[in-house]
């Protein structure tokens, strides 16, 4: 069954830049950037296609943008033009038998047409003709005490890297992270690299950064960008942290949101199951982090910690948050802008990817009273200098 979401209508520019603009003047020391809003893209799903996507990822190729979307109710991949806004391919992959390949989690775009598919509970990792429907997996054991590549959760994403035949993926810690002190958390792997070739795997020198799990304990989660640099946004640390190489260690760049008090709160490790479970939606916190290869800009997902109001629909808030900013940030991740989306912008950041003309989110969010529960929708943001 169609999950019924919405979509958001096009906005001329000057009231949109009042909704979403970060309302900062521009310092005169360096250029400031923003996202300004344009036109919305739609593209017409069927019955069993939810307006929210599983998973997303963008592909340019010479005549058209093609954007590919995981269906988790149908286990398909699909590709949309986003030149013709409409499907123009789309496979379903069995989960068992001959060609299974499990539940699908995530993907990587090889080319348009050659795709590598991770599944939620395998260690394989297999390769793709999605016009054809081929299939080829690879069996890997992923590094003592850590999880199969991960992808989730929405809130923090991460994409893979294909390095001279070794995909780099985000893993987890198979434990309890809040036994750990902050010495043994800071000796926690964050990625590691597959070998495609013998399905060796080899953890990479990215830790948890020393002293985020001392005394004052957030939250575990982070968000990983795979190319040109690896990058990693963590829940609650102000600072993102960086390798040039696979093999590199990370560098700390302060990229702190405006928004933010200097403090985030500490995870109620001994507050009620009502406390830990709201802890994500009342704390401010850092998100998803993408990287901008038309632009060379990296962009923060930043979350505002919310006050909840009786009215609130509290399970909705977990995949829409009331309102959130955005911080640029260069190539060499220095902030250069952040740009607030308040109540009314209502979208859905999760639902965001890069293309060549910009950064799209999806408008696909429940109270948007312009929603359309038969199409996927994205509005697109210029970068403004």
Known sequence: MKTKQSLYAPAIITIGLMIFGCGNSKPKDKPYASLAPSETINFPIDNSTSNVSSFLAYHDNSEDGLLLSLNQQTNEIQAYSLNEQKLVYQHSYDVDGPKGVGEISAFHIVRPDSIMIFPFSKNSVYTSNILRGSVEGLKYEPPLGYSNAVFWPSAFPSNSALINGNLIVKTSF??????????????????YSIDLN????????????????????????????????????????????????????????????????????????????????????????????????????YYRF????????????????????????????DKDLNPVGETYFGKNAKLAPYNSFVGKDGLYISINHPENSENKEDFMSFKRFELIW
């Open 174 to 191: 198979e434990g309890n992270p809040y036994l750990l002190s902050d010495e043994q958390m800071s000796a926690t792997h964050l990625a």
């Open 198 to 297: 013998s399905g060796q795997t080899t953890p990479l020198p990215h830790f948890f950064p020393k002293g985020y799990w001392g005394d004052k304990k957030t939250y575990w989660r982070f968000s990983m960008s795979a190319g040109p640099k690896f990058v990693y946004s963590f829940f609650g640390d102000h600072h993102v942290y960086y390798a040039a190489s696979p093999n590199s260690k990370l560098t700390p760049v302060l990229a702190e949101s405006k928004y933010f008090k200097k403090s985030i709160d500490r995870f109620p490790t001994d507050g009620s199951p009502e406390d830990r479970g709201m802890y994500p939606i009342v704390t401010p916190h850092y998100g998803n982090i993408i990287y901008d290869q038309y632009r060379e800009v």
């Open 302 to 329: 930043c979350f505002p910690g919310v006050e909840i109001q009786e009215e609130d629909n509290i399970s909705q808030l977990f995949s829409f948050p009331k309102a959130f900013s955005i911080i640029i940030l």
